[in-house]
C-alpha cells in the first residue's frame, strides 16, 4: 500500500538530507519532485497544488529547528498537510437511537460492495455489535447467492428474502426481521452498475427514504484512481453520501483516491480494505496513512493487529521460556501459527519504519509469505516430539526423515533450523531489553513463577 509514493518521497527528500537553511531555490526543486510524485500517484491536481501552496509558505515562514535538518523540517511540514488534506481524526459510524441502525452500501458493480458488506459485518460483530445482512440486488445472477455464502462463511445472518423481488420490499422486511431478532445494525447491499444511471440511482434514493439509513457508505475501488473521485462526487451530490470505503488498497493502487477523495467531495473515507480476506478492513486514520506514505512506518495499527491475533498468556510464557534458555522448536512452531494470525507478513513489515535496522527490512523479507509459512509449520509437524523439544538430536539421517514426512528438501529441514537458532538468540536479545522488562512487571501463571531461577 502506497509502495511507490513512499518510495519516490524517500528519494524527494534525500537531497535535503544535509541542508541546514530552507531557501527559496531548495524548497521550490523539492516542491516540484513532490508535485511530480503526487501527480503520478493520481492525486488530484486541486489537492496537490492547495497542498504545495500550503507547504511552501510554511516553508518559508518557518526558522528550522536546531534539533532538525531542512529535510526533516520539510516532511514535517507535508505530514501535517497531508493529515489536514485527510481529515486529522478518524471518521467514526454513526448509529441510530431505534434498532436496526440501516447502513446503505453503495457503488458501482466491481468495486467490491458485497464482499465489504460482508467485511464491515465481521468488523462490527468483532465490536459487539449484532449485524444481519441483506442484498437488494435483484438483477445481477447470483448475487444474493453470494452475500449469503459470505455470510455463512463469518458467521452472520442474512435476510434471504425468498419470495420476494422488489429491491425496497426486501430491505423494509429486512429491517423488520432485524428488529424482531435482536439486531442492532443492518448492512443492504445494494445494487450497482457499470456506470451511474438514471435507474441505479432512482432506486438508492427510494431505499434511502424508506430506510432513512444512519450511514451511506460508498464502496470505490482504490484501484480506478481519478475515476473513483468522480463517482464518490456524483453519488455524493444525489444521495448526500456520509463516507467512503476504498477497497483494493494492497493492490496497485498508487493512493491518488485516498489523497483526493475527502478533499473533492467533503466526505471521509471511513475504512480501507487491504486484502481478500473477510477480516481485511482496517479504519482509516489519516496520521497512521500518512507516515506509511513518508515511510515513518504504521507502529500503532501493528500493534493493534499483534494484541488482536497474539494470545497475552502464551506472549509471557515465551518470555518466560527465553529466560530460561528453554525456547523449543514447539515453542517456535507456536509464535508462527501467531504471525500468520496478523495478517500477510508483507503488510506487517510495511508498517516498519523505514529507518535505522528495518530500513531494508521488506525488501529482505520480500519472499517471505503465507505458503513459506505453511512449508515450515509442515517441517515441524514432521518431527517426534523429542526433536520438537530437543533440536540438537536431529541428525541427518532424522533430517532425510523429516523432509520425506514433509515433502519438502533437506536443504529447506537445514533452512528452519537455522531460522529457528537465530529467532532464539534474536528474540532472547529482545527478551532481556526494554520490551522484556516490560513482560516481567505482568503477572506470570503460577507454575511459570515456580519455574523461576
Known sequence: MFDSLQEKFQNVFKSLRFETVLTDQSVDETLREVRLALLEADVNFKVVKE??????VKALDRTVSSSLTAGQEIIRIVRDELVEILGRKESLLTFSKEYPSVFLMVGLQGSGKTTTSGKLALWLAKKKRRPMLVSTDVYRPAAREQLATIA????IPVFSGDGISLPIELAIEARKDAADRGHDVLIVDTAGRLHIDEQLMQEVSELQLKLRPSEILLVADAMSGQDAVRS???FHERLGTSGVILTKMDGDAR??????IRYVTGQPVKFIGIGEKYDALEVFYPDRIVSRI????DVLTLIEKAEEAIDQQKA???HQKLRTDSFTLADFQEQLRQVRKMGPIDQMLGMLPKVGMFKNLKNVNAGV???ELKVLDAIINSMTIQERMNHEVINGRRRKRIARGSGTSVQQVNQLLKQYVQAKRMMKSMSQGFLGRQLSRLSLPQDLNQAKP
Open 51 to 56: 497542498l504545495l501552496d500550503h507547504v511552501r
Open 152 to 155: 455463512k462463511t463469518i458467521g
Open 232 to 234: 464518490a462526487q456524483e
Open 255 to 260: 493512493g491518488g483516491a485516498a489523497l483526493s
Open 294 to 297: 513518508l515511510g515513518m512506518g
Open 316 to 318: 509471557l510464557e515465551v
Open 369 to 371: 509469505h503465507e505458503n
